[in-house]
């Protein structure tokens, strides 16, 4: 058994800009996608027609990325502050 006692937040937030971004790049290539087969949101929408539109290829693994980071940074904050008190986390690593 190992006890996980304290996540560090900013290792965790990189971890999911990683994974966030990645998910974010396989949405936008679905939604550009979409975008050219004439599913686009129109342009007086604003910024949900960059989002949701033609670059939404590189648009939504930024905005994924950039949750992703704040999202680990809380979650892992969470975790530390409900955890501190108390004796862990306990996992059983298989090897």
Do not use: Q
Request: zero cysteines; a positive charge; hydrophobic letters at 55%.
């Amino acid at each position: 058994m190992v006890v996980i006692k304290e996540i560090d937040s900013v290792t965790f937030g990189k971890i999911l800009t990683i994974l966030y971004g990645t998910m974010g790049f396989i949405f936008g290539i679905f939604t550009t996608i979409a975008a050219f087969m004439g599913f686009s949101v129109p342009r007086k929408f604003g910024i949900f027609s960059l989002i949701f539109g033609k670059w939404a290829v590189l648009s939504l693994p930024i905005f994924y990325g950039v949750s992703g980071y704040f999202i680990g940074r809380i979650a892992a904050s969470l975790y530390n502050s409900l955890v501190g008190s108390k004796k862990g986390f306990r996992v059983e690593l298989l090897h």
